[in-house]
Nanobody
Framework: QVQLVESGGDSVQAGGSLRLSCGYYGHTFSPYVMGWFRQAPDKEREGVAAIYTGGGSTYYADSVKGRFAISQDNAKNTLYLQMNSLKPEDTALYYC??????????????????????WGHGTQVTVSS
C-alpha cells in the first residue's frame, strides 16, 4: 500500500513561513496528481494546492494564491508546500494526498477529494497573531 509521511508542521507567528514535506513510498508508478488539503476546526476540508505530475501544472485555492507554492521532487519522492506570509486563518490540520488514476480535467477537479487515492496522517500548522 502506498504510504505518505508528512512533516514540517509547527507553530509560527503571523507573517512567518513554513515548509511542509510529504514523502511517498510503496508506489510502482509516480502519482498522477498530488495535493495538499487542510481542515480547520468547524470547517470543511478544503483543497489548498495541487500539482499535476505529468505536466507540472499547479493549482491553488484563492485564499493562498501568492503566498503558498507547491512543488515536487520526483528524485526524492517528496512533495512540498512552501507557506509564506502565514495568517491565523491558515491554522489547520494539513494533509497531503496522492492520486494515481487518470483525470479527464484535473484543472477543474484538483480540489475534489475523490481524485486522491491515498492520504497522509496530517500535520498541524498553527499561526498565532
Amino acid at each position: 500500500q502506498v504510504q505518505l509521511v508528512e512533516s514540517g508542521g509547527d507553530s509560527v507567528q503571523a507573517g512567518g513561513s513554513l515548509r511542509l514535506s510529504c514523502g511517498y513510498y510503496g508506489h510502482t508508478f509516480s502519482p498522477y496528481v498530488m495535493g495538499w488539503f487542510r481542515q480547520a476546526p468547524d470547517k470543511e476540508r478544503e483543497g489548498v494546492a495541487a500539482i499535476y505530475t505529468g505536466g507540472g501544472s499547479t493549482y491553488y485555492a484563492d485564499s493562498v494564491k501568492g503566498r503558498f507554492a507547491i512543488s515536487q521532487d520526483n528524485a526524492k519522492n517528496t512533495l512540498y508546500l512552501q507557506m509564506n506570509s502565514l495568517k491565523p486563518e491558515d491554522t489547520a490540520l494539513y494533509y497531503c494526498a496522492a492520486g494515481f488514476h487518470w483525470s479527464t480535467d484535473i484543472g477543474r477537479s484538483w480540489s475534489d477529494m475523490r481524485e486522491y487515492n491515498y492520504w497522509g496522517h496530517g500535520t498541524q500548522v498553527t499561526v498565532s497573531s
